[in-house]
C-alpha cells in the first residue's frame, strides 16, 4: 500500500471485551499524544453516525432485528466506507487510535457461531493495523464494572464465548496489557507500547492489508 521509507501516521487498534477500558485508554493515549504534539484522531468502530452505523445502533439497541449475516456484513461495510479515508490520514502523517476494528467484527461473529473464513472474506483488503493493543479482562471482572447496560450483547455468558474466540485470533502484531491493572498503570504501558510502534511509522514502516 505504501512505498518504503515514507514517512506515516500509525494505525493502533484497540480491542477487548466490552467494559475492558478501551475508551477510557484511548482518550487518555489522544491527549497525551496531541501533548506530545503528535498528529493524531481518535476512532471508533462501530461508528454510528453514517447511515450504515445508524442501522448497526438500532440493531444492538434492540430496535431492529437482523440475521448474523446480515449485521456481520454490515459492520465490515461500516469499516469499508471509512478505508479511503483512513489511507489518507495515515499517509498525511495522521496516527489514529481506533475503539474496536476487524477483529471485534470476526469474534463476535464466530461467538454466534457463523464460520471463520466466512466472516474473515469481507474483511479482506481493509488496512492492517501496526499495533493492536488487546485489553485483556475476563468476562467476570468486566462485568464488575458497573454491570452492562442494555445492549444486545452485554451478557456474560455471551461474552465468556467471544473471549475465547478473540483468543483464537491473536498474531504478532498484537499486544497484550493486563486491564485489571488500575487505569494510571495500564495507560503508562499503553504509551509506551504505542510510542515505540508511532517511531516504526514514522520511519517508513510499509502500510499493509487485512487478512492477506
Ligand atoms: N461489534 C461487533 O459485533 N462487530 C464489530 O465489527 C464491531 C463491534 C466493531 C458495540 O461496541 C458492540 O458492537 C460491541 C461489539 C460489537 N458489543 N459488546 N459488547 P461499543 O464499542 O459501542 O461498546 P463497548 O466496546 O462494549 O464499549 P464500552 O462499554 O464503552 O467498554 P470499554 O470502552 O471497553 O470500557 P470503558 O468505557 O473505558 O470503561 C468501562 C467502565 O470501566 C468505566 O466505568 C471505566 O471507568 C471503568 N474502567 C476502565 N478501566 C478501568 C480500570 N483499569 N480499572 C477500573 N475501572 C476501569
Redesign the pocket.
Known sequence: LSANNESRGALVV?E????????????RLVSYLEGLGHSVELW???D?TTSVGQL?SAY?TNKSQLDDHT??LL??A??WEKRSMMETKLKAGTTLIV????Y??????TAKGLDFEWCKAPEIGLIAPDLVVY?DITPEK?AE??G??G????QLE??RK?SQHYKLRKDSSWKIVD?????D??EKQVKEIVLQHIIACQKGKILSSLWS
Open positions: 484497540f477487548g471485551l466490552d467494559r475492558s477500558g478501551k475508551t477510557s485508554q484511548c482518550g471508533r468502530f462501530p454510528r448497526i444492538l449485521i456481520h459492520f465490515s461500516n469499516r475503539d474496536r476494528y476487524s471485534s467484527g470476526v469474534a463476535f461473529s485489553l468486566a464494572r458497573g452492562y447496560g445492549e444486545r450483547y452485554e455471551f461474552q467471544v486491564a485489571c491493572q488500575p487505569l498503570d495500564v
